[in-house]
């Protein structure tokens, strides 16, 4: 059994920061390629299917 062990805020706020370096990165007609293979990476990182689903329903949330 793995352990969860969540970021601190500042660690969010630098998750950010790399995270829209990356959309930067990838340009306007690559973004939405690269969040999904990014995605995809944490998902068979993380290795729980139905939690990946459950994050995906949340971000969805207020938009």
């Not at 990014?38 to 290795?47: D, E, I, S, V």
Request: hydrophobic letters at 50%; charged letters at 20%; proline letters at 3%.
């Amino acid at each position: 059994m793995t352990t969860h062990t969540a970021l601190s805020t500042a660690d969010l706020e630098l998750a950010y920061d790399a995270l829209a370096e990356g959309i930067d990165a990838a340009g306007p007609g690559k973004s939405e390629l690269f969040l999904v293979k990014l995605a995809l990476l944490l998902a068979n990182q993380a290795g729980n299917r139905p939690q990946f689903e459950q994050h995906i329903a949340t971000a969805l949330r207020d938009l």
